[in-house]
């Protein structure tokens, strides 16, 4: 069980960071072994996750010690963008134009390197939001079968997820969850959290087994797919975050 610190809120720890201050939001996890600072994906809250025996003091002082690497990410942040006609929209790691006429079809088509679609343009964003799950859906419905197959086990059901940190998991009961943002990734990179997921119906933990199983069926090279996310991964939350 994960306890959360509870504190009055006229009494919340922050750190300063240039202009502004972020919350200091502290975790105490019962199998951490050191404190790890994280920045919260909407760059809003810095989150120390601490041993449980660790001391508040210490997990304010050691975020307060790192202001300047936390100034450094808030930096590098994607700005929102949701996507508008006359624009782009990233899938499967490509930028394609969006092609928007308010008398077209509603339902977006994509037509050689360029996605048609009409209606409102005040109901553009969703739109767009419920074609790529749909795609990802599909797509991911094949690499979760196909990887399955390599792996000699009978595919699970498979739940798209909104997650804001984890791209895949993959539960007791074997049914694997894939972010849908990772439609906007290119293929090589989907399939690498789809194939991690798949190798966890093998082995549950991170060891031996489990990555040689996973250097079995995926095709691709994983430190670069690795390497991708870590780069651009939170780029793929500007659209629609």
Same mark, same amino acid.
């Given at each position: 069980?994960? *306890?959360? /610190? ?31 600072? !994280? ?7 810095? +989150? ?6 660790? !001391? ?10 790192? %202001? ?8 590098? &942040? ?8 006359? =624009? ?20 977006? !088509?994509?037509?050689? *390197? ?26 991911? %419905? %094949?690499?979760?079968? =196909? ?26 009961? =074997?049914?694997? !969850? ?11 990179? +989907? ?9 966890? &119906? ?11 199983? &996973? ?10 797919? *690795? ?8 780029? /793929? ?5």
């Amino acid at each position: 069980m994960i *306890d959360w /610190l509870r504190r009055d809120p006229d009494d919340a720890p922050e750190v300063e960071l240039g202009t502004h201050r972020l919350p200091i939001v502290i975790v105490r996890h019962p199998r951490a072994r050191r404190m790890v600072l !994280r920045l919260a994906p909407e760059g809003d809250a810095v +989150r120390v996750t601490v041993p449980r025996w660790g !001391r508040t003091a210490d997990a304010v002082a050691f975020a307060r010690s790192r %202001a300047e690497w936390l100034a450094a990410q808030i930096a590098v &942040l994607p700005r929102a963008a949701p996507p508008a006609p006359g =624009g782009t929209l990233a899938y499967r790691g490509a930028e394609i134009p969006i092609g928007w006429s308010a008398d077209a079809p509603r339902t977006p !088509r994509l037509t050689g *390197d360029t996605l048609l679609i009409g209606g409102p343009e005040h109901h553009l964003v969703p739109r767009l939001e419920r074609w790529l799950r749909a795609e990802a859906e599909r797509l991911m %419905a %094949a690499d979760l079968a =196909g990887y399955c197959a390599a792996a000699g086990v009978s595919a699970p059901a498979l739940r798209l997820s909104r997650a804001r940190r984890r791209w895949g998991s993959c539960a007791h009961d =074997g049914t694997v !969850r894939i972010n849908w943002r990772l439609v906007m990734a290119p293929d090589a990179v +989907r399939r690498s959290v789809v194939a991690h997921e798949v190798a966890h &119906l093998l082995h549950f933990d991170h060891g031996p087994a489990f990555h040689a199983a &996973l250097a079995r069926i995926y095709e691709g090279d994983l430190p670069a797919a *690795d390497r991708w996310l870590k780069a651009h991964g939170r780029t /793929l939350y500007a659209a629609f975050g």
